[in-house]
C-alpha cells in the first residue's frame, strides 16, 4: 500500500514536469470539462502531441476522458492532485518552522561572536 | 517539480550558519518544526558520514530523521541524504530523499537556500524549474486545507 501511494506520487510529479501537462491541468481546473479540440486550441503543438500528454495525465489519474457523441470531453479527477498538494505543503511548513529556529539559533550564535570580538 | 525550495536571510555569517548545519549541537537546535530542543543529536560532519536527530513535535510524539553527509563544502553548501526512521510522514517512510542547502554571504548576513527534492529523479526537477510554482498555487487553492504535518 505504501508503496503504492509513493510510486503514484512519483508518477504525479513526473507528469507535472511537463510545462504543457501543467497548462492543461490549469485550464481545466479553472474550466471544468473541455473537449480535446478546445484544450488543444492554445498551443502550437499538434493534436496528436496534445493527445499524447493527454495519455500521460490520464494514466496516472490526473484526469478522465468522457465520449459524448462525437466528441470527447476532458475534466480532471477531483482530488487526484491532493497528495502531491499535501506533500509540498507538509514539508513546506516542516522545513519553513525549522528554518525559523536555525536564523534565531545562528543570530544568537553571532551575536555572542560580536560580544566576544568588541 | 518534486522538490521543495525555501530561501531565508539570515543575520549572521555564513560560517556561523554553516556551523549549526554540521554539528550535532547545531542541528538540534533547529531541526524539527515546532520549539522543542532535540532529544538527541549526532552528526559526522565528512563525506559518507551519518547524522541523526530525534526530536518532538506539539503533539508529544517523537520522531527521528537519519542520513548520510554527500557533499560539504565550507562554508557554502551541505548535501544530505534523508530518510524518517521513526515517526514522521508515513507515506514517507522508508523513503530516501535529498536535501540540499546553500549559503550565500550577503550584507546582512548569510542567504540560505533549502532545497528538499523527494525523488531520485533530479533531472526531471531540474530540466523543470519555473512556471511549476505558479500552477501549483493555483491548484493548490483549489483543494481545502489538509493536513499539516502529521503522523498518520
Given at each position: 500500500m505504501v508503496n503504492y501511494r509513493e510510486e503514484r506520487l512519483d508518477r504525479v510529479f513526473a507528469a507535472l514536469s511537463?510545462?504543457?501537462r501543467r497548462a492543461v491541468l490549469s485550464r481545466l481546473a479553472r474550466e471544468r470539462a473541455l473537449s480535446v479540440t478546445a484544450l488543444a486550441e492554445p498551443f502550437e503543438i499538434k493534436l496528436p502531441a496534445v493527445m499524447k500528454h493527454l495519455d500521460v495525465l490520464a494514466?496516472?489519474?490526473?484526469?478522465?476522458?468522457?465520449k459524448t457523441?462525437?466528441?470527447?470531453?476532458?475534466?480532471?479527477?477531483?482530488?487526484?492532485?491532493?497528495?502531491?498538494?499535501l506533500w509540498l505543503r507538509r514539508y513546506e511548513r516542516f522545513w519553513s518552522a525549522s528554518l525559523d529556529r536555525l536564523a534565531a539559533y545562528a543570530e544568537a550564535?553571532?551575536?555572542?561572536a560580536d560580544e566576544r570580538g568588541r | 517539480m518534486n522538490e521543495v525550495c525555501l530561501v531565508r536571510r539570515?543575520?549572521?555569517?555564513?560560517?556561523?550558519?554553516?556551523?549549526a548545519l554540521v554539528t550535532a549541537e547545531g542541528i538540534g537546535s533547529w531541526w524539527g518544526p515546532d520549539?522543542?530542543?532535540?532529544?538527541?543529536?549526532?552528526?559526522?560532519?565528512?563525506?559518507?558520514?551519518r547524522f541523526r536527530v530525534r526530536f518532538r513535535t506539539a503533539d508529544g510524539l517523537e520522531h527521528e530523521c537519519a542520513g548520510e553527509f554527500l557533499e560539504i563544502e565550507k562554508p557554502g553548501r551541505v548535501v544530505m541524504?534523508?530518510?524518517?526512521?521513526?515517526?514522521?510522514m508515513i507515506e514517507e517512510r522508508g523513503k530516501v530523499s535529498r536535501l540540499e542547502i546553500r549559503l550565500r554571504a550577503i550584507d546582512t548576513g548569510t542567504e540560505l537556500t533549502l532545497v528538499h527534492s523527494l525523488l531520485s529523479s533530479e533531472h526531471s526537477a531540474r530540466a523543470h524549474e519555473g512556471g511549476w510554482d505558479g500552477a501549483l498555487k493555483k491548484l493548490t487553492r483549489r483543494f481545502p486545507a489538509g493536513p499539516e504535518f502529521s503522523t498518520n
Amino acid at each position: 500500500m505504501v508503496n503504492y501511494r509513493e510510486e503514484r506520487l512519483d508518477r504525479v510529479f513526473a507528469a507535472l514536469s511537463d510545462p504543457t501537462r501543467r497548462a492543461v491541468l490549469s485550464r481545466l481546473a479553472r474550466e471544468r470539462a473541455l473537449s480535446v479540440t478546445a484544450l488543444a486550441e492554445p498551443f502550437e503543438i499538434k493534436l496528436p502531441a496534445v493527445m499524447k500528454h493527454l495519455d500521460v495525465l490520464a494514466e496516472v489519474g490526473l484526469i478522465r476522458r468522457a465520449k459524448t457523441g462525437r466528441t470527447v470531453q476532458v475534466e480532471m479527477v477531483a482530488g487526484s492532485l491532493k497528495p502531491a498538494v499535501l506533500w509540498l505543503r507538509r514539508y513546506e511548513r516542516f522545513w519553513s518552522a525549522s528554518l525559523d529556529r536555525l536564523a534565531a539559533y545562528a543570530e544568537a550564535k553571532e551575536r555572542k561572536a560580536d560580544e566576544r570580538g568588541r | 517539480m518534486n522538490e521543495v525550495c525555501l530561501v531565508r536571510r539570515i543575520a549572521a555569517r555564513p560560517a556561523i550558519v554553516f556551523e549549526a548545519l554540521v554539528t550535532a549541537e547545531g542541528i538540534g537546535s533547529w531541526w524539527g518544526p515546532d520549539d522543542f530542543p532535540a532529544l538527541s543529536a549526532e552528526a559526522d560532519a565528512r563525506v559518507g558520514g551519518r547524522f541523526r536527530v530525534r526530536f518532538r513535535t506539539a503533539d508529544g510524539l517523537e520522531h527521528e530523521c537519519a542520513g548520510e553527509f554527500l557533499e560539504i563544502e565550507k562554508p557554502g553548501r551541505v548535501v544530505m541524504s534523508w530518510r524518517w526512521v521513526h515517526g514522521g510522514m508515513i507515506e514517507e517512510r522508508g523513503k530516501v530523499s535529498r536535501l540540499e542547502i546553500r549559503l550565500r554571504a550577503i550584507d546582512t548576513g548569510t542567504e540560505l537556500t533549502l532545497v528538499h527534492s523527494l525523488l531520485s529523479s533530479e533531472h526531471s526537477a531540474r530540466a523543470h524549474e519555473g512556471g511549476w510554482d505558479g500552477a501549483l498555487k493555483k491548484l493548490t487553492r483549489r483543494f481545502p486545507a489538509g493536513p499539516e504535518f502529521s503522523t498518520n
